[in-house]
């Protein structure tokens, strides 16, 4: 009988991951009437809000200034609206769920395979913990700038005049702090939906890192190759070897088309917002106030961070199915017997192309690509650097 207690770090992981999206009838499992009208209404409330920033967008139409101050914000909602709608409503994304939480291996796990799972788990799960804490500090150090210079304007003895986080349009007279107070008030609830984005980039991380701990132990088996003949007969020791990793690429395959067209957006979006973000800074940089550098350094490390996660996750799936590949290479050696070196011919050809996570099906998320994002991001910056001259 399999021994499920590593196989379960990724469902108390999964679970981690769903509460906050739980807790406003965004997980797309174990439906109810009550969970129904909670999504209604939260995403009633955060839909209203996109519109209105958009609206606004419509009205600074034509100063470029207002705009890149509008753009940094509706860009952002608008990526995290999309991801939120496609969790709750992509049956793709409640078959990666289900295939976590149906998760198991077809053979036990050895002292030293348990070992190695959980270490490749543990390595996984510390990169969604620094996503997380970065859209909370970006998100917080953004909500609260205007209260910090209001408060630092105040201490200074100077005149100043709060104003809102986020930028919407507002049908009534807002001169007098109660009103804008009010504003805050109302507004404070919109930077729930980041927490929320987290719990996606987590549950993603989590079916990645199923994958990537898999791929893993695979790989050890056919490293010790010679210990596993003997121990059973040869053909069920390669149809073990075949099936895994056929199961592997599938599960690689249901992340793939269940996310690529969110990734597809992420990454044009946040490439335009990171590079406006940098324009800002650079274009404010002589007259900007210290708080307001570091609440835009904090929300162009967000979403650097959030771009860098997509493109770890598909260099860790690289990496693994890269060294699996090369596992079967180095098991097909002359001191085994023939009838083995032919059996390793399937998994080694199926084994030549490396798994990896895409944006639209067409770009390959990896490290490399990492750079080149950041790159194009510095050169629209240049850019709009040279249009404003």
């Known amino acids: 009988m399999t021994d499920d207690t590593n196989i379960d770090l990724h469902k108390k992981t999964l679970l981690e991951a769903s509460k906050p999206l739980r807790l406003v009838g965004i997980w797309p499992t174990n439906q109810s009437t009550s969970r129904d009208i909670r999504f209604f209404i939260v995403i009633t409330y955060y839909s209203i809000f996109v519109f209105m920033e958009y609206c606004d967008l419509i009205a600074v139409f034509g100063n470029l200034d207002l705009m890149i101050l509008n753009l940094l914000e509706t860009i952002f909602h608008t990526i995290m609206l999309i991801r939120l709608y496609m ?3 992509n049956k793709l994304v409640l078959k990666v769920i289900k295939d976590i939480a149906e998760n198991k291996y077809d053979f036990d796990l050895s002292e030293e395979e348990k070992k190695i799972y959980t270490q490749c788990h543990t390595q996984g799960v510390s990169s969604y913990k620094i996503v997380m804490q970065s859209i909370i500090t970006g998100v917080t150090a953004w909500y609260l700038t205007p209260v910090t210079n209001y408060v630092i304007s105040r201490m200074k003895n100077e005149s100043s005049v709060l104003i809102y986080p986020y930028r919407i349009p507002i049908f009534f007279n807002v001169t007098s702090f109660e009103k804008i107070v009010a504003i805050y008030i109302c507004e404070m609830g919109i930077n729930y939906f980041p927490v929320c984005y987290g719990g996606t980039c987590n549950m993603i991380g989590t079916a990645v890192n199923n994958v990537c701990c898999q791929l893993t132990v695979l790989t050890y088996r056919v490293e010790n190759l010679n210990k596993f003949i003997n ?8 149809h073990h070897f075949c099936e895994s990793h056929l199961r592997i690429i599938q599960l690689t395959q249901n992340i793939d088309r ?3 067209l969110a990734f597809l957006n992420e990454l044009l979006l946040l490439t335009i917002l990171i590079s406006l973000i940098i324009y800002s ?6 007259e900007v106030e210290i708080v307001d550098l570091i609440s835009s350094s904090a929300c162009a490390l967000l979403l650097i961070s959030i771009i860098g996660l997509n493109c770890t996750m598909s260099q860790n799936l690289i990496d693994k199915s890269t060294e699996l590949h090369n596992a079967y290479w180095n098991a097909y050696r002359s001191d085994i017997p023939v009838s083995y070196q032919k059996l390793l011919i399937i998994p080694m050809i199926c084994s030549q192309v490396p798994l990896y996570l895409t944006a639209g099906q067409f770009y390959i998320y990896s490290l490399p690509n990492f750079v080149n994002i950041l790159k194009t991001s510095m050169a629209y910056a240049s850019m709009l650097r040279t249009v404003n001259a």
């Open 87 to 89: 969790v709750k409503f």
């Open 258 to 260: 269940a996310f690529h």
């Open 231 to 238: 121990e059973k007969h040869e053909y069920s020791i390669f």
């Open 281 to 286: 800074i650079i274009l404010h940089f002589d």
